[in-house]
């Protein structure tokens, strides 16, 4: 059998997500997987956590939840984050500390579709790094904000492949504790800054289809019909009434492999119309944008 070490962070507002996500990968692996998923949470709830282990009607699988309190990350909650941002996005940053035992660990944020078998992902080498990263959507910016250098590169942090071996042997989270320290006046996007500033030149470059990020029609990473992984960055969340982020109905069918109680047609067809409303009120100009016609073309080919 191989073994495959994965873990998400969330709050109880946040389990239904991890369990959609935790679907999709049970729904995509192969018989000669064993799954052990690592839940660093703060307040899921005993209904929550019991929905989450009913998974295992799709397929067996491991499963430890690592109960922390918010205020173990005091150090790090001062750092400036958007809105759509739960605290426990912050919870990452001690995984090598809480998941012991375990070399090697593919950190996924809730909001994200796996499409595909994740073996191959797992067994990328990242022996002499620190974690493996797809580059985030806006990654030229974002790092030049920062402050990386040319040959350095910023990462989405919502798909992560960790090495916690050497995290532990470089002392990550004290690491990261100083860097936040010195760089405060420069972060924005929370963890993932963090991240990409104390850690640049030592993260490995994953395939972007590991981490096809959409935030609406005409921003995304990849245009195309085929992920790997499928991440809904931004605020307009597919389970959001009046969402415009595409490829949203993913969430929905693997929804329904869950206990958790899946929107009528009415509701999708309300959702839709006013998601629509919304896009065009704050993108009038959407069909001038490149992505646009990137994401049609998509859409037509399929592919």
């Not at 295992?56 to 430890?64: A, G, R």
């Not at 942090?157 to 470089?170: A, D, T």
């Not at 504790?177 to 963090?194: P, T, V």
């Amino acid at each position: 059998m191989k073994n495959i070490n994965i873990c998400y962070t969330c709050d109880n507002n946040y389990a239904v997500y991890t369990g959609v996500s935790i679907a999709s990968i049970l729904k995509n692996s192969k018989e000669d997987e064993s799954l052990h998923f690592f839940i660093i949470e703060s307040c899921i709830s005993d209904e929550n956590k019991q929905k989450i282990l009913n998974l295992k009607k799709i397929k067996n699988f491991e499963i430890t939840f690592i109960r922390v309190d918010e205020s173990e990350f005091k150090e790090f909650t001062c750092i400036k984050t958007t809105n759509y941002l739960p605290a426990a996005s912050f919870y990452r940053l001690k995984i090598p500390a809480l998941v012991r035992n375990v070399d090697k660990i593919l950190y996924l944020d809730p909001d994200t579709i796996v499409n595909k078998s994740l073996a191959d992902l797992y067994d990328t080498d990242i022996e002499n790094y620190i974690m493996g990263g797809v580059f985030d959507i806006g990654y030229k910016k974002l790092g030049k904000r920062i402050g990386l250098k040319g040959n350095e590169f910023y990462i989405n942090s919502g798909v992560l492949l960790i090495n916690l071996k050497k995290c532990r042997e470089e002392n990550f989270e004290e690491k990261l504790i100083q860097c936040a320290k010195e760089n405060m006046d420069i972060f924005i996007l929370g963890d993932q800054d963090l991240i990409n500033k104390c850690y640049a030149g030592q993260i490995l470059h994953l395939s972007g289809k590991w981490n096809v990020q959409v935030v609406n029609l005409c921003s995304r990473s990849d245009y195309s019909q085929n992920f790997n992984i499928l991440h809904y960055t931004g605020g307009a969340k597919p389970w959001k009434s009046g969402s415009y982020i595409p490829l949203k109905k993913y969430y929905f069918e693997y929804l329904k492999y869950t206990d958790w109680e899946s929107p009528d047609k009415l509701w999708h067809l309300k959702s839709n119309i006013k998601g629509a409303f919304l896009y065009l009120k704050h993108r009038p100009l959407f069909m001038f944008r490149p992505g646009f016609y990137k994401s049609l073309i998509g859409m037509i080919l399929k592919k």
